[in-house]
C-alpha cells in the first residue's frame, strides 16, 4: 500500500527540498511534554470499566449472532438441516448463503488505497467452501447462549473436492515469485552465489517458522444496526474509514451511509480489520430487521481471523577472516491461500541490514487451502530477522569473533540494495550502549561452558530493524474555543488506537504546538465521519498524525494572524516568523513579542477558530533509506534434565529517534519483545494435516507468554531525532518483537552447544 502510494509521488528537485515537510522546531528543542512521560488518558476509563469496547454498545432490540464453522478445507455444502436450530428457543434467524442478501465480494486489501476485505472471496453468496472453518452459517437469538445452542444443532455435509493441507503437498504443486503490492520480492546485486561459492568461511542454513494466530486479549466483535438507510457499526479496528468504505461498497452504500466507529480496541497486532463477521452480522442484521451483536469466540478467531503464515528460510553468508561479508544469500518460502494478498516478505529486514558486495534475496510462494494469512505485528521482520540473525550468529562461531564485532565490521555506510543514503542510523550506539548496560562482557564466548546446577546458562544477542513509513492522506482538524476566557483545543484526526497510546501521543503532540497544557486538549479519533484517512499499520501512525498536527497547526497560526491584524505586537510578521507557546502566538526568535490566543480572539469578536489541513506528503522516503534499529541482549537457562529454556533477562536498546513518550513506548517496546519471546518459545498453530483444521484454537493450547514466563526487561534507548521526520520521531509499534526470537536461539547455542533452527524452541529439540 505504501508503495503504491509512493510511485504517485514526483521527487522535488534537490534545491527545494524539505525533508518530511516543513523542518519542525521540536526537533531541535527538547524540553516540556515531547519526551516527558505521560500516561494514557483512556487509562482510567479502562481501569473502570468505563471505556465502551465493540461488543459492550448496545442497541434496542438487539440479536445476538453465533457462526458455525465448515468442517471440510475444500468442496460445497450439499446440505444444511436447520430445522432443529430454527425451533430451538429464543432464534430469530438463521442465516445462511440460502437466504443471505445480496452483496458484493469486498476489495482485497491492497487493490486500492481504502480496500481492506480479507480475500478475493464472496461471503454467503454461494455453496463453496475454501477452508475448514469457514463461516457457512449465522444464527440470531434473543441471547449468546441461545444463539450458541442453536448454532451446535445445525447439521452439513459436504461434497469435497481435492485440497492441499501440508507444507509438502503446497511445494509440490509449485512455487511462484512471492509479490508485495504488486512488486516482486526479489533482489539481486552482483553474482551471491559465486561469491558465497569462492569465500574462505560460509555458513548455509534452512531455518523454519510454523504459523501464527493473533491473540488479542479482546477477541474481534461488532455491534451493527440499520437505522433507515444508515449502516452503524461499533467496531474493533485499527483501519476505520478504510473499513467503512470497503463495507459501504459491499452493500452498494455511499460511504457517508456507513458510520463506523472504533474508540476504544483491546489489542490487534494488524488483526483488528475486516474479516467475515462484520460482513455477516450486517447481512443478518439487515435481512431480520434487527440489530445485531457479533463476537467472534476465541475459537472464532482461529477460524476466521487470519495469521502469520509459515515460512522456510534460507540464509547462507559468505566472508573473509577478518569478518567483512562477500555473500548474503536470504530466501525461501511462504504459504499463501489462493485467494490472499498478503505473503510473508521475509527478506525486507535484510535489504539494509549488511553491507556485501553480492547480495540475493528472494520470497516465493506456495499455495494450502487454509484461512487467509494477514499482517502481525512486524509482518516479514519478525521471523526474517529470526533466520538472518541467527546465521550472523552462526557465522561469528565460524569465524571466531564475538557476533557483536561481527554485525559492526559489516555496518554498510548506505543501503546496500537501493543504494539510498540513511536518514539516521545510530545502531553501533545502540550496540555500545547495550552491551555496556547488558554486561556482555560477562559473556562466555565457548557455549556450554557456564552451569548453575541443572542449568546451562548463555548469552546471545541479535539485531532487530523496522522501517519507518508515513503514509499519505492524514488530515488534522484543530479548533480553537474561548469560553469563559479560557482557550480549549480539539484535534480531530481519522485514526485508530487499538491499546498502545496513540491517542495520547496526539494529544502531547498538539499540546506542545499549540503552547497548551495537555489538559485543554481533547483528541477525536477512530471514527469515520472525521475527514482523512491513517490506519494503525506499518508502525507509521505516530509520524503520519504529526505531520497533519505540524501542518494543520502552521495553517492556524496563519490563520489567527490575520485575525490578529495590524493592532496586534505581530503586526507584520509572516506565519513562518511566528510559532506558539503559553497559550499564546509569539515570535520565534523573540518570545517577548506575543499575542494571546484569548486576546486575538477577543479582539475579533470570535468564540472560535478552526483550520483543516493535511500533512506534507511523504517525500523523505524518496531520498533517504529509513529505519528503526535495536540491538537485542538475551540470558537464558536451559534445564539439562529436562530441556526447559528460561529467559532470565533481557535489555533492548533502540535507535528509533526522538521517542515522544517514554512511558507508552516503554510498553510498547517490552510488548513486542515478550510478543518475541512467545514466538522463540512457544507459539506454534498445529494443523491437522489430513484436513486442514487448526487444532489448538485455545489459549489453552496454543501458548502465548504469561507473566511468569516473563523475565525482567529493560529498554533503553538512543532518543538521537531523524532530521528527516515530523517530530524527528520513528515508528516503535512493531521492531520491538524484530530479532528477539534470533537472539533467544543465539542464547540457547551459546547455554548449550546447540543449534535449534525450527522455531519454536520447545524442550523437545533441547533433550
Ligand atoms: Mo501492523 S502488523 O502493521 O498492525
Redesign the pocket.
Known amino acids: 500500500l505504501m508503495q503504491g502510494a509512493l510511485e504517485k509521488l514526483v521527487p522535488l528537485a534537490p534545491d527545494s527540498w524539505i525533508p518530511g515537510g516543513v523542518p519542525d522546531p521540536l526537533i531541535a528543542r527538547k524540553h516540556g511534554l515531547i519526551g516527558s512521560p505521560v500516561s494514557r488518558l483512556d487509562g482510567a476509563f479502562k481501569v473502570q470499566g468505563q471505556a465502551p469496547f465493540a461488543a459492550e454498545f448496545r442497541f434496542d432490540r438487539m440479536t445476538y449472532a453465533a457462526l458455525a464453522y465448515a468442517t471440510v478445507a475444500r468442496g460445497r455444502v450439499a446440505s444444511i438441516d436447520s430445522a432443529a436450530a430454527e425451533g430451538a428457543p429464543g432464534v430469530v434467524l438463521v442465516m445462511t448463503h440460502r437466504n443471505a442478501p445480496r452483496m458484493n465480494t469486498p476489495a482485497v486489501f491492497g487493490s486500492s488505497p481504502s480496500a481492506v476485505g480479507p480475500s478475493d472471496l464472496p461471503i454467503f453468496q454461494d455453496d463453496r467452501v475454501h477452508w475448514n472453518g469457514q463461516p457457512i452459517a449465522c444464527v440470531l437469538a434473543e441471547t449468546q447462549e441461545q444463539a450458541d445452542h442453536a448454532a451446535s444443532l445445525l447439521a452439513f455435509t459436504y461434497d469435497e473436492e481435492p485440497s492441499t493441507t501440508t507444507l509438502e503437498g503446497a511445494r509440490a504443486a509449485g512455487t511462484e515469485q512471492g509479490v508485495m503490492m504488486g512488486r516482486p520480492l526479489l533482489n539481486k546485486i552482483g553474482d551471491a552465489d559465486a561469491a558465497l561459492a569462492a569465500a574462505p568461511h560460509s555458513v548455509d542454513h534452512l531455518y523454519r517458522t510454523p504459523r501464527h494466530n493473533h491473540n488479542a486479549i479482546e477477541p474481534h466483535a461488532a455491534t451493527i444496526a440499520w437505522v433507515d438507510d444508515q449502516l452503524h457499526i461499533h467496531d474493533a479496528s485499527?483501519m476505520v474509514t478504510q473499513q467503512a468504505q470497503t463495507v459501504a461498497e459491499v452493500f452498494d452504500l455511499k460511504p457517508d451511509q456507513v458510520r463506523l466507529t472504533s474508540p476504544y480496541v483491546g489489542g490487534?497486532?494488524?488483526s483488528k480489520g475486516l474479516w467475515d463477521h462484520q460482513i455477516i452480522g450486517a447481512a443478518a442484521a439487515k435481512l431480520c430487521g434487527r440489530p445485531v451483536r457479533i463476537t467472534l469466540s476465541r475459537e472464532g478467531v482461529y477460524r476466521v481471523v487470519g495469521g502469520r503464515t509459515l515460512t522456510e528460510q534460507r540464509v547462507a553468508i559468505g566472508a573473509q577472516a577478518d569478518g567483512a561479508i562477500d555473500a548474503l544469500i536470504h530466501t525461501g518460502m511462504a504459504v499463501m491461500t489462493p485467494h490472499n494478498s498478503m505473503p510473508e516478505p521475509f527478506t525486507l529486514g535484510t535489504q539494509s541490514a549488511y553491507a556485501s558486495p553480492n547480495i540475493t534475496l528472494q520470497v516465493k510462494m506456495a499455495k494450502m487451502n487454509m484461512l487467509a494469512n494477514t499482517?502481525?505485528?512486524?509482518?516479514g521482520e519478525a521471523v526474517g530477522t529470526f533466520a538472518l540473525e541467527s546465521a550472523i550468529d552462526e557465522l561469528a562461531v565460524e569465524l571466531g569473533m564475538d557476533p557483536i564485532d561481527l554485525r559492526l565490521r559489516n555496518e554498510p555506510d548506505r543501503d546496500p540494495v537501493s543504494g539510498l543514503p540513511f536518514s539516521s542510523r545510530n545502531i553501533a550506539e545502540a550496540w555500545r550502549r547495550g552491551a555496556e548496560a547488558f554486561g556482555w562482557n560477562e559473556r562466555s564466548a565457548t557455549p556450554g561452558t557456564r552451569r548453575d546446577g541443572e542449568w546451562q546458562v548463555g548469552m546471545g544477542c541479535a539485531t532487530g530493524t523496522y522501517p519507518y513509513y508515513r503514509m499519505p492522506g492524514a488530515e488534522a482538524r484543530i479548533t480553537l474555543t474561548l469560553q469563559d476566557g479560557a482557550i480549549h483545543a480539539k484535534v480531530e484526526i481519522a485514526a485508530a488506537e487499538m491499546g498502545m497510546g496513540t491517542s495520547t501521543t496526539t494529544a502531547i503532540v498538539a499540546a506542545e504546538r499549540l503552547g497548551l497544557p495537555i489538559e485543554q486538549v481533547e483528541v477525536a479519533y477512530g471514527d469515520s465521519a472525521i475527514p482523512g484517512a491513517i490506519m494503525?499499520?506499518?508502525?507509521q501512525q505516530t509520524a503520519a498524525i504529526g505531520g497533519a498536527v505540524i501542518a494543520a497547526h502552521n495553517a492556524l497560526v496563519a490563520e489567527l494572524l490575520k485575525l490578529a491584524g495590524n493592532d496586534s505586537p505581530l503586526a507584520g510578521l509572516s506565519p513562518d516568523e511566528v510559532g506558539s507557546e503559553g497559550a499564546a502566538l509569539c515570535k520565534l526568535d523573540d518570545p517577548g513579542r506575543r499575542e494571546s490566543y484569548a486576546s486575538i480572539l477577543g479582539r475579533a469578536q470570535r468564540d472560535q477558530v478552526s483550520v483543516t489541513q493535511a500533512g506534507s506528503p511523504p517525500l523523505e522516503l524518496m531520498h533517504w533509506s529509513m529505519h528503526s534499529h535495536s540491538a537485542l541482549f538475551c540470558e537464558v537457562r536451559v534445564n539439562a534434565v529436562t530441556g526447559e529454556t528460561r529467559v532470565g533477562r533481557f535489555l533492548g536498546a533502540f535507535d528509533c529517534g526522538r521517542i515522544l513518550n517514554p512511558k507508552t513506548a516503554r510498553s510498547q517496546f517490552r510488548g513486542g519483545i515478550i510478543m518475541g519471546l512467545g514466538m522463540a518459545l512457544m507459539e506454534e498453530t498445529q494443523f491437522d494435516e489430513r484436513n486442514g483444521r487448526i487444532m489448538n484454537p485455545s489459549l489453552a493450547e496454543y501458548h502465548v507468554p504469561v507473566h511468569l514466563d516473563v523475565p525482567e526487561i529493560d529498554v533503553i534507548w538512543t532518543d538521537i531525532p531523524d532530521p528527516h521526520t515530523p517530530m524527528g520521531a520513528h515508528g516503535i509499534?512493531?521492531i520491538g518483537i524484530t530479532g528477539v526470537a534470533a537472539a533467544v536461539a543465539n542464547a540457547v547455542y551459546n547455554a548449550t552447544g546447540r543449534r535449534v533452527r525450527d522455531l519454536p524452541i520447545t524442550l523437545d529439540k533441547l533433550i
Open positions: 485499527q490487534g497486532f494488524g499482517f502481525m505485528r512486524a509482518p494503525a499499520g506499518g508502525s509499534g512493531e
